[in-house]
């Protein structure tokens, strides 16, 4: 982990969002500096997906503003964010089952980069998928679905990662893996944006965590300033 001084390339200020007349976000802060990994924390029906949706222009806002590299997107399209360089990996992986590991992996090539170039990246990355190169996505093993979706989501060379529960329904050892990979992403310069139900796990490479309960922020600060406050924010403590 770095310490964290750069600023933000993707900013969310005072942001609120709702589903219909069920208002879910109320005034959410959240700012990730490039070249970290920034944790977004709290327990189910906390708001977490929502705000990752809200960022990645999937939701949208009906107060507040949203920054990327210093510029305000509100009302931007997720395809026109995809192109300025923000990547969503969202919860349930999202390969394709019925194409191949190689098959996924060029779909990352309309980012401008040639075939080879994104295996070679993918493969020295998760040597995994290059022995599974011809095998079909949806017969790999959860993890290394998870392993093809952030290796296609990295091929696209993003300044903004978001991944949303990158952990859910893997073994631990496999999470550990991917963990791994998730800081040395950031430390290439992305700034990272990982929605975690389970906190211990993402504040292990976290530089700074933000934690929502009922779509407020609870509590913000470094793995070390949330540690001892962790679990009175999850039990209601710090509402």
Same mark, same amino acid.
């Given at each position: 982990?770095t310490?964290?001084?750069?600023? @933000? *390339?993707?900013?969310?200020?005072?942001?609120?969002? +709702?589903? !219909? @007349?069920?208002? %879910?976000l109320?005034g959410?802060?959240?700012?990730?500096p490039?070249?970290? $990994?920034?944790a977004?924390? !709290? /327990?189910?029906g906390?708001?977490k997906?929502?705000?990752?949706?809200?960022?990645? =222009?999937l939701? /949208?806002?009906?107060?507040?503003?949203?920054?990327?590299?210093?510029?305000?997107?509100n =009302? &931007?399209?997720?395809d026109?964010l995809?192109?300025? !360089?923000?990547?969503?990996? @969202?919860e349930?992986? =999202? %390969?394709?089952p019925?194409? +191949?590991?190689?098959?996924?992996?060029?779909?990352?090539?309309?980012? =401008?980069?040639?075939?080879?170039q $994104?295996?070679? $990246? &993918?493969?020295?990355?998760?040597?995994?998928?290059g022995?599974?190169?011809a095998q079909?996505?949806?017969?790999l +093993?959860?993890?290394?679905?998870?392993? *093809?979706?952030?290796a296609?989501?990295?091929?696209t060379? @993003?300044g903004?990662? *978001?991944?949303?529960?990158?952990s859910?329904?893997?073994? /631990?050892?496999? %999470? !550990?893996?991917?963990?791994?990979?998730?800081?040395r992403?950031?430390? #290439?310069?992305v700034?990272?944006?990982?929605?975690?139900?389970?906190a211990?796990?993402?504040?292990? %490479?976290?530089?700074? &965590?933000?934690?929502?309960?009922?779509?407020r922020?609870?509590?913000e600060g470094? /793995?070390?300033?949330?540690?001892?406050?962790?679990?009175?924010?999850?039990?209601g #403590?710090?509402?």
């Amino acid at each position: 982990m770095t310490t964290v001084e750069a600023s @933000p *390339l993707v900013e969310l200020r005072g942001i609120t969002a +709702s589903y !219909g @007349p069920i208002d %879910v976000l109320h005034g959410i802060d959240l700012a990730a500096p490039p070249g970290a $990994v920034t944790a977004l924390l !709290g /327990p189910n029906g906390a708001g977490k997906t929502t705000t990752l949706r809200v960022l990645a =222009g999937l939701h /949208p806002a009906t107060a507040g503003d949203i920054l990327l590299a210093g510029r305000r997107v509100n =009302g &931007a399209r997720a395809d026109d964010l995809a192109r300025a !360089g923000l990547c969503l990996v @969202p919860e349930g992986r =999202g %390969v394709f089952p019925n194409l +191949s590991v190689r098959e996924n992996l060029r779909v990352a090539t309309h980012a =401008g980069h040639g075939l080879a170039q $994104v295996e070679e $990246v &993918a493969y020295a990355r998760f040597p995994k998928l290059g022995e599974r190169r011809a095998q079909l996505a949806g017969t790999l +093993s959860g993890g290394e679905q998870q392993m *093809l979706a952030l290796a296609r989501a990295v091929a696209t060379d @993003p300044g903004v990662l *978001l991944l949303d529960e990158l952990s859910m329904g893997l073994a /631990p050892i496999v %999470v !550990g893996e991917l963990y791994e990979q998730v800081a040395r992403i950031a430390a #290439g310069g992305v700034a990272v944006v990982v929605v975690e139900q389970f906190a211990r796990i993402a504040l292990r %490479v976290a530089d700074r &965590a933000t934690v929502l309960v009922g779509g407020r922020v609870a509590a913000e600060g470094t /793995p070390g300033e949330l540690e001892g406050s962790l679990a009175d924010v999850y039990l209601g #403590g710090n509402r």
